[in-house]
């Protein structure tokens, strides 16, 4: 049976999730994030998306990403760790280091840890089977974004029973789902979104002017943004502030209202600021803002 009655996002979801810490604090309890993305041609998401992580409060980013992607990322702050994977895109060669540190990951953290994987990977026959062998090993939280929404798209199968989220803007929802929303009233959208949701056993997060939040049972409505964010890499920062929370233990329904609060609110302080000029490097310095 369908929800509906919907929740609107507000400020009161951050209350749950940024409480007053303690004097004392150890590493890692506020998590650990991978971001796994990034190919020959594309090094800007992953970075975007650990640096929208940090500003979101997580106290580790550790990005995996194809050789020339993470000596890139790794050059633009000593705030990023990037781990270089050899060669210029995704291989299978590669699954057993990915899934070897994100296991490496969710001990060190004592279980703090979550994925954001998508972002620049890029669309190649062996890469996205790649992306759909790891989803289907790993049993930690995960922000499927991009790339790798094409890839649950051929075999939805791999993430039952997971604890995902999923990112879509109105393409990859498409791609996804088989269901196209584009010309729909904002009551058609919700009345699929939740629809898939339930079927694919999922969270999702559809991006447009209201996004629209669901997993299955519940949906929210988050209004913050500005049109000015349709630049290129605020999605890659709703990502990475997603996986920030996540990882530390939040629910993937929760996360993604928090996250598409947080981003959205961002994302006005800096369209005040910088109108047509706004870039996604903007929204990340203005999340400390949104945040109070």
């Known amino acids: 049976m369908l929800q509906e009655?919907?929740?609107?996002?507000?400020?009161?979801?951050?209350?749950?999730?940024?409480?007053?810490?303690?004097?004392?604090?150890?590493k890692y309890e506020y998590g650990l994030l991978l971001v796994i993305g990034g190919s020959e041609f594309y090094s800007g998401s992953p970075a975007l998306s650990g640096l929208a992580a940090f500003r979101a409060g997580v106290d580790m980013v550790r990005i995996i990403a194809p050789e020339r992607a993470a000596n890139i990322i790794a050059s633009f702050t000593p705030d990023l760790a990037a781990y270089p994977l050899k060669g210029d895109w995704l291989t299978?060669?590669?699954?057993?280091?990915?899934?070897?540190?994100?296991?490496?990951?969710?001990?060190?953290?004592?279980?703090?840890?979550?994925?954001?994987?998508?972002?620049?990977?890029?669309?190649?026959?062996?890469?996205?089977e790649v992306i759909l062998e790891y989803l289907s090993q790993i049993s930690v939280p995960c922000v499927i974004d991009a790339d790798a929404i094409h890839a649950v798209g051929k075999k939805p199968s791999v993430i039952s029973g997971k604890?995902?989220?999923?990112?879509?803007?109105?393409?990859?929802?498409?791609?996804?789902?088989?269901?196209?929303v584009d010309d729909l009233s904002d009551d058609e959208r919700i009345k699929i979104v939740q629809e898939q949701s339930q079927r694919l056993q999922t969270t999702i997060l559809l991006k447009s002017g209201t996004d629209i939040i669901s997993d299955g049972k519940e949906v929210?409505?988050?209004?913050?943004?500005?049109?000015?964010?349709?630049?290129?890499?605020?999605?890659?920062?709703?990502a990475g502030i997603a996986g920030a929370i996540l990882a530390r233990g939040i629910s993937p329904f929760e996360a993604s209202q928090a996250a598409a609060y947080i981003n959205g609110i961002a994302g006005e302080i800096a369209s005040q600021k910088f109108g047509e000029s706004l870039m996604a490097t903007d929204l990340i310095a203005s999340i400390p803002e949104a945040l109070k």
């Open 92 to 128: 299978k060669k590669h699954l057993a280091i990915l899934l070897e540190m994100t296991e490496a990951a969710k001990i060190i953290s004592h279980g703090k840890t979550a994925v954001v994987i998508g972002g620049g990977l890029g669309r190649s026959k062996e890469t996205q």
């Open 220 to 238: 929210a409505l988050n209004k913050t943004g500005s049109s000015f964010m349709t630049v290129g890499g605020t999605g890659d920062t709703l």
């Open 163 to 180: 604890n995902c989220l999923f990112t879509p803007h109105l393409y990859e929802f498409f791609v996804l789902t088989k269901k196209e």
């Open 5 to 26: 009655i919907m929740i609107e996002v507000t400020k009161e979801i951050l209350k749950n999730i940024y409480k007053p810490r303690p004097m004392v604090g150890k």
